[in-house]
């Protein structure tokens, strides 16, 4: 199973509202990411997660909260958000040796309104 | 990790080959080349990836060059399934999970019938 899933592949919500985004992978990676896309731009990079630890934030606002409660789970939770916040969240896995390449989910198109 | 420019857009006649370019002239010994492409509005795919040998698989072929400034991605016989964003990520290749894949602009491929 080479997979990461991410759900849901769509959400819709108002700014006063708290939601979550799900990623899972059942690879054994002790690796996880979260990316957030524009339209046409790459994805660029908000947190890293290594051994259910999170090793990097980019600075990313609050409104963002990111939790890792297993090893193959990661969720990102979401608060008050704006409606530039809209964008496609990616997730991404990583297995431990040293060149080994990031899976990367389908993603959730998030839409703030 | 080293930076990396690519051309913003390329054309590629269908069947023929499609060779994108990839300057990364900062390289560090132990640095890794990536190649991902993504397809409108999917998470990113992994192509292939290299230290210094030049790498093939079922995808696509990597050729970098002896001075490991700069590479190539060869997609031999390409298809309209092809046309994506590829992009070109230098990273170092530790065994430490907490390290990043940053993307780049990319190159748009697109592959005329």
């Known amino acids: 199973d080479t997979e990461v899933t991410q759900t849901p592949k769509h959400l819709v919500m108002g700014m006063t509202n708290k939601k979550s985004l799900k990623c899972e992978q059942h690879?054994?990676?002790?690796?996880m990411y979260w990316y957030k896309q524009k339209a046409k731009k790459p994805p660029e990079l908000m947190f890293v997660y290594s051994y259910e630890k999170l090793s990097i934030n980019e600075s990313v606002p609050s409104r963002f909260s990111p939790e890792c409660p297993n090893s193959s789970l990661l969720n990102l939770h979401l608060h008050a958000l704006q409606p530039e916040d809209s964008a496609l969240y990616l997730c991404?896995?990583?297995?431990?040796?040293?060149?080994?390449?990031?899976?990367f989910g389908q993603g959730t198109r998030l839409t703030v309104v | 990790d080293a930076k990396t420019t690519q051309p913003t857009s390329m054309d590629c006649a269908e069947g023929r080959a499609a060779n994108l370019p990839c300057n990364h002239s900062?390289?560090?010994?132990?640095?890794?080349v990536y190649w991902y492409r993504q397809i409108h509005s999917q998470g990113p795919q992994y192509i292939i990836h290299?230290?210094?040998n030049n790498e093939t698989n079922e995808m696509a072929s990597l050729i970098i060059t002896e001075d490991r400034k700069s590479s190539t991605l060869i997609l031999p016989h390409a298809t309209l399934r092809d046309t994506a964003v590829y992009y070109c990520?230098?990273?170092?290749?530790?065994?430490?999970?907490?390290?990043?894949?940053?993307f780049g602009p990319g190159t748009r491929l697109s592959v005329l019938p």
């Open positions: 290299g230290l210094k």
């Open positions: 690879m054994g990676h002790r690796a």
């Open positions: 900062t390289i560090s010994g132990n640095e890794y």
């Open positions: 990520i230098v990273r170092v290749g530790v065994i430490n999970y907490g390290q990043n894949f940053v």
């Open positions: 991404a896995s990583r297995g431990p040796l040293r060149d080994t390449e990031a899976f």
